[in-house]
């Protein structure tokens, strides 16, 4: 793909975003201030706007970032692993030395992940879903990675610089981000050699405010093609390929690059129907939250009237100007001609009003299911049940947080740390089997769909434990052993503390024989009790015999 093509492509997609531009930009300035406005080029520091005098109620700012720091916590929280990998093959999920390899596999993910910037940037992105429904995330590697000496780095792109190409599976085919460079960070970031003659005279003379838009494309080169991204490739043999390039001159900047993956995420809340972006709880609340905002603009302009009133007269009864300041003398004809207006407004209408569309509002973020009510603290009970109906509000998001954003993170992840021998060798005989694996989340949320599981599972087994005080062969149909294991799968019980089958099956063996051999004994004990009683029976008839 050449930079004309580039452009072209970045063109007619900034046209077909128009139409939901217009609600961004209302969202952003009433729900998430500092965001990026959608219709200024932010070029220097001076054309940010600080003030926010066009907002008068910040009940929409609040929610949403509550709702935001909740899934954040919730999905990916940095204080726990929140993932965990299990092969597809469950004979290998019994196997004792697969299973461990898989959790030393995931400590070290979680590791990786924890030492770069991803819980910074992953809040940026919950704020984007929560506020536009749609957002993007870039997953970038710093370092060599044939040497092994790699960093992974983290970064929300902006909503409003980001355009994007969807695949027939909804997954992100290509992406476009346009945003805008001085010379100096031109040269910096490509080199001399990697930027027009004009840039570099530019850079040697910058003036203050000069930027040039840059377009960073990231497109799929080998279409339909399946290609082993488990081994080091030479950027120009990636599956994906990478260019920018000059808007206004439209030249490349650097060299062309290359990822194995796509890098770039795009989860979206909630699909829209005949549309690749996201509708989000802030659209759903839009008609309140502009509603509020005029109202409360109404209520300030009343209140005014009302701690600082206007004063009526009649058209004789002032014989001097109006002076309204402290000290301040007004000569009047009769003092009965000069009254305060009295507005009479209806602060408690008003008021009542605001109240129902605060509380809407909040209930569009679901704040009044995620916050603590008047209870100073919530019990283990409660906490379950509050997790629990966090899942079924959110579920339908969940599962395509997992599938746009969670799933393409994991698995890039570890093909990054695969590629660059960061993870533990592999098994002789999972190298044989070339095992496939699968992802499963751990989360709060996550457990709190598997928690009806491991209750039902309970309730089965008190349930037998009943109907065994009248019919005790009930017992028979229960698997400890098998029940004992899924129960540990399902409340992610690290392999370490289970034993193996074999331990299992040596430690019964052993026990057996103890108890065999201690059944044994008792039995030659009795029977050496037994012939010692007969003997001395035998011994007293004797001797009665002979008296």
């Known amino acids: 793909m050449d930079a004309k093509e580039i452009k ?88 004792s030395e697969a299973k461990q390899w898989l959790e030393n596999t995931e400590n070290r993910m979680f590791h990786a992940l924890q030492q770069s910037n991803f819980n910074l940037e992953a809040n940026e992105t919950y704020l984007d879903l929560v506020h536009f429904g749609t957002s993007v995330i870039v997953e970038e590697v710093e370092g060599d990675e044939l040497s092994g000496d790699v960093e992974l780095v983290f970064k929300t792109v902006p909503t409003k610089e980001c355009y994007y190409e969807m695949d027939s599976k909804s997954a992100v085919h290509a992406l476009y981000r346009k945003f805008s460079y001085t010379a100096v960070q031109l040269v910096d970031k490509f080199g001399e050699d990697g930027v027009p003659n004009e840039i570099l005279e530019k850079a040697k003379m910058p003036k203050e405010g000069e930027k040039f838009d840059v377009i960073h494309a990231i497109y799929n080169r080998k279409l339909g093609e399946d290609v082993d991204v488990s081994k080091v490739l030479s950027k120009e043999n990636r599956p994906y390929g990478s ?59 009343a209140v005014e009237k009302v701690v600082d009133p206007a004063t009526l007269t009649t058209e004789r009864g002032l014989l001097s100007d109006l002076d309204l300041e402290p000290g301040g003398l007004t000569v009047v004809r009769d003092i009965k001609n000069l009254v305060p207006f009295e507005s009479r407004a209806r602060f408690d209408v008003s008021e009542l009003k605001v109240d129902r569309l605060q509380d809407a509002i909040r209930k569009a973020f679901f704040t009044d299911q995620l916050e603590l009510k008047n209870s100073p603290a919530m019990t283990a009970t409660e906490v379950s049940v509050r997790y629990e109906l966090m899942q079924r509000l959110l579920g339908p998001t969940l599962g395509r947080l997992e599938n746009d954003f969670l ?36 989360g709060p949320l996550a457990r709190a769909q598997r928690t009806d599981q491991a209750a039902a599972i309970e309730r089965w087994m008190n349930m037998l434990g009943g109907m065994s005080q009248v019919t005790p062969d009930i017992l028979d149909v229960i698997d400890t052993d098998v029940i004992g294991r899924d129960m540990g ?23 057996q024989k103890q108890q065999a051999e201690m059944q044994a004994a008792e039995m030659a004990k009795q029977q050496g009790e037994a012939a010692q009683a007969v003997g001395k029976g035998q011994a007293a008839m004797g001797g009665d015999a002979n008296a």
């Open 243 to 301: 260019k920018y390039i000059l808007v206004e001159m439209c030249e490349e900047l650097g060299k062309e690059g290359g990822y194995y993956e796509m890098p770039a995420f795009v989860p979206r809340w909630r699909s829209t129907s005949d549309s690749k972006f996201g509708n989000s709880p802030s659209m759903v609340a839009l008609p309140d939250i502009l509603t509020l905002n005029e109202l409360q603009n109404m209520l300030l302009r």
């Open 407 to 442: 799933s393409p993170l994991i698995t890039r992840t570890f093909n990054i740390m695969l590629r660059s021998n960061m993870l533990q060798e592999l098994p002789p005989m999972l190298a044989e089997l070339g095992a496939e694996l699968d992802i499963r989340y751990t």
């Open 8 to 95: 072209r492509r970045y063109q007619m997609l900034a046209s077909e975003r128009t139409s939901v531009e217009g609600t961004w930009e209302l969202i952003e300035k009433f729900v998430a201030p500092y965001r990026g406005e959608f219709f200024q080029e932010n070029s220097t520091e001076h054309s940010i706007d600080w003030k926010l005098r066009e907002l008068f109620d910040s009940t929409a700012i609040d929610a949403s970032n509550v709702l935001a720091s909740s899934l954040h916590g919730s999905l990916t929280s940095p204080a726990y692993k929140w993932f965990s990998l299990r092969f597809r093959d469950d004979e290998l999920n019994l196997n």
């Open 489 to 511: 799968d399902i409340l992610n019980v690290p392999a370490k503390y289970m034993r193996s089958d074999e331990a299992v099956k040596t430690m019964r063996d052993a026990r």
